[in-house]
């Protein structure tokens, strides 16, 4: 692309436009009439007043050899130059200024289109202020000092005249020319392109009627009368009218300023002829109003100069306007495509969550009942245990996905004991290390034990992570973690004598999914979440965590988080739930899970009842005295929240019953939603039986405790 740019900024050299450009503007017999009028224009004007204003005739060639492909713009040249030729031969020139003439307006014609290519592009467009002020300098005067200088050459050997009226006439003659260039082939050009201006029209018809007029009288008062220069007049209404119009209608306007500019001049009306003259006899035989012409020259072109860049500059800023709107309206759609793919997401994350974690219900939870059977051999044991976990290895890989996915919402500080907290963190990953034959120490200096103001949710799962990390990598030795107390932050060091990582390895080592060998023959396991999900908590606790590792000598992660010590009141110990002979109701849509629920409730002694869905639940419990009711979410008729609100509008003492959540929606916002429908407590499935019976005390104790703040306002 920017070789592509450069090009059309600095074009070759070349004379006709290139074959594959499109085609616009006027055709080519269009283009001789306007060369005819022209010089039947400049003649007239030259035989009947005496004076030429402008040389618009080499202007309109030019336009139309930038303007033409090849073919149309050699015959229009062609055509021209004859014309040129045979109306010097009825003016009565003499057969030099016949030849020198005509050559002289083609060689200014050649010399501005191969710089006017060459400097302003092959598109030669003239949008812009910056090709406007190429094509002027770099072009047009240039190719106009060129001739004018070739002129006086030949005068001087043909006809010798005073240099003071020499100097006069080419001055005149680089004048008219310049300002017919600057000018008429800009306008052409603007207009052959009018169709890139469609959609750039901010005035209405009759905006545009009302701004032309204006203009057109503010002329006609200037150049209508002979008593006063306010030629100043003319200028608020053709910049209005160049911030509101496009380029093309400007230069239409600037041409119609000069038309009535130049008209009244050679008639002897307007502010240009009351210029005062200065007394040189040397040009004394040259006419007042040839002498007055610099004065126009120079106001039709400052007229020029501020008009077009105006328009040109206003247009280019609605053009980025209407772009921005464009990329804005795009960016604003992408939005809301992201945003409804999140939700989308969302949804899926939500429903993927529940199917999975149902049936992970049963697999770890008869597991579980199985191990604690009595009749079980030690072999039939083992293998119970290894379906249990493998049953927890999916559960936990699943809830590292969600958690990454989600983000893990928002961080919730709370009272918890550092020992217990660690001990459950790496419980599994001590267990793995038995098995490999590894030893595994968990060291607490002074003052790291005891309660601590962190979430210990997010805390045990970064532990959990890093300590199973460890064995993972550790073939020998084994792994030893630390913790300090450091002021009001907590210091956990994780070293393993294992494989060790390279730079390369390092640099990656908290990506998603980023594994140190992700070959087919790679010995270790895991989908590379574990360390990406620990960082993204430490991160979102306002830790830090950082690594120290080389190939074969072992690695050390050490994490920092704020967690600072505080001090928990005793509390009773709560009554076992097996000692309660509660009466519990069931609700779940799933028999399985309800025979799962079941059998763990009875090994605690206590009664239970079925539902199968929210309506059932609701009936159960307006018809008999339930003391807890562990119920489902989603289910047909009615689901669990429904339910749950149904329960809470009830009359009497079934109002105030306890209600857990046994559910496979475990997201953070499901856990929200079942607790503001005025259930007392959650817990994902899958469950075990001290998951379920540990809940059970969370919501009978919930449960109390709402009960008393409601009698008590």
């Known amino acids: 692309m920017d070789g592509s740019g450069k090009t059309l900024r600095r074009g070759r050299w070349r004379f006709f436009r290139h074959d594959a450009g499109l085609e616009a503007g006027a055709p080519p017999w269009l283009y001789v009439l306007l060369f005819v009028a022209a010089l039947s224009l400049g003649q007239w004007s030259m035989a009947a007043l005496h004076a030429t204003v402008m040389w618009p005739a080499n202007a309109v060639l030019l336009a139309a050899v930038l303007q033409l492909p090849r073919d149309k713009a050699r015959a229009v040249l062609i055509g021209c130059v004859l ?88 001055h005149h003659l680089f004048d008219m020319e310049l300002l017919a260039m600057m000018i008429v082939t800009p306008a052409l050009l603007l207009v052959a392109r009018r169709h ?36 100043f007049i003319i200028f608020p209404p053709l910049i209005l009218l160049a911030f509101r119009l496009s380029p093309p209608w400007t230069a239409g ?178 267990e793995w290390a038995t098995i490999r034959g590894l030893d595994f120490v968990v060291d607490y200096l002074p003052g790291a034990e005891g309660a601590a103001l962190t979430d210990g949710r997010r805390l045990r799962q970064i532990l959990h992570h890093l300590g199973s990390n460890a064995v993972k990598f550790t073939g020998r030795g084994g792994v030893r973690i630390q913790v300090e107390r450091r002021d009001d932050r907590l210091r956990f060091e994780i070293h393993d004598t294992g494989c060790g990582m390279t730079e390369d390895v390092l640099a990656g080592v908290f990506s998603l999914f980023e594994q140190a060998d992700a070959t087919t023959r790679r010995a270790h396991e895991g989908a590379g979440v574990g360390l990406a999900l620990a960082k993204t908590h430490i991160d979102r606790m306002g830790g830090a965590v950082w690594v120290e590792s080389a190939p074969a000598m072992g690695t050390t992660f050490t994490v920092e988080i704020p967690a600072p010590a505080v001090e928990v009141a005793a509390t009773p110990d709560a009554l076992p739930v097996q000692d309660r002979r509660m009466r519990v109701l069931i609700v779940d849509d799933h ?69 857990l959540a046994v559910t496979a929606e475990a997201m953070p916002e499901d856990v929200a939603r079942c607790l503001t429908a005025g259930m007392d407590a959650h817990l994902a499935k899958p469950i075990t039986q001290a998951k379920l019976y540990a809940a059970m005390d969370q919501a009978m104790d919930a449960a109390e405790h709402r009960v008393d703040d409601v009698r008590a306002a």
């Not at 202020?129 to 006086?152: D, E, H, Q």
């Open 83 to 170: 014309i040129n030729l045979g109306s010097n031969i009825v003016r009565g020139d003499t057969p030099l200024f016949v030849f020198a003439n005509a050559g002289l307006n083609l060689l200014q014609v050649a010399v501005a289109t191969l710089l006017a290519r060459r400097l302003c592009g092959a598109a030669l467009d003239m949008r812009r202020p910056k090709r406007l002020f190429r094509f002027a300098v770099g072009a047009a005067i240039p190719a106009v000092a060129l001739t004018t200088v070739l002129s006086g050459l030949i005068v001087l050997l043909v006809r010798p005249m005073p240099l003071e009226v020499l100097n006069f006439r080419l």
């Open 196 to 231: 890139r201006f469609h959609h750039d029209a901010q005035a209405s018809r009759v905006e545009v009627g009302v701004l032309v007029g204006l203009m057109c009288a503010a002329a006609l008062w200037a150049f209508g009368q002979t008593t006063a220069p306010i030629l």
């Open 591 to 659: 028999p399985s899970n309800r025979d799962l629920m079941r059998i763990m409730l009875e090994a605690a002694d206590c009664e239970t009842a079925e539902a199968c869905d929210g309506r059932e639940a609701v009936d159960a419990v307006r018809a008999g005295a339930f003391d807890l009711v562990l119920m489902d979410v989603r289910m047909p008729v009615m689901d669990g929240v429904a339910a749950t609100r149904a329960i809470r509008a009830l009359e009497g003492p079934a109002a105030e019953i306890a209600v």
């Open 253 to 430: 306007a600037v041409g119609l300023i000069s038309v009535i500019a130049v008209g009244a001049t050679l008639i002897g009306s307007g502010p240009v002829v009351l210029t005062r003259l200065s007394q040189d006899p040397a040009l004394a035989s040259i006419p007042a109003v040839m002498r007055q012409m610099n004065v126009l020259h120079l106001f039709l072109l400052t007229v020029m100069a501020t008009a077009l860049p105006i328009t040109t500059l206003s247009t280019e800023r609605r053009r980025l306007f209407a772009r921005l709107h464009d990329r804005t309206e795009t960016a604003l759609a992408a939005l809301q495509r992201a945003e409804k793919a999140d939700a989308a997401k969302s949804r899926f994350l939500a429903m993927m969550s529940h199917e999975m974690r149902t049936p992970l219900t049963g697999i770890t939870g008869y597991a579980d009942l199985l191990s604690r059977h009595p009749e079980l051999d030690a072999e039939g044991r083992r293998q119970v245990e290894a379906v249990h976990q493998c049953g927890e290895a999916m559960l936990r890989l699943i809830e590292d996905l969600l958690e990454v996915s989600s983000g893990g919402g928002e961080v919730v500080s709370k009272p918890v004991d550092m020992r217990a907290l660690v001990d459950e963190a790496v419980r599994p990953a001590r």
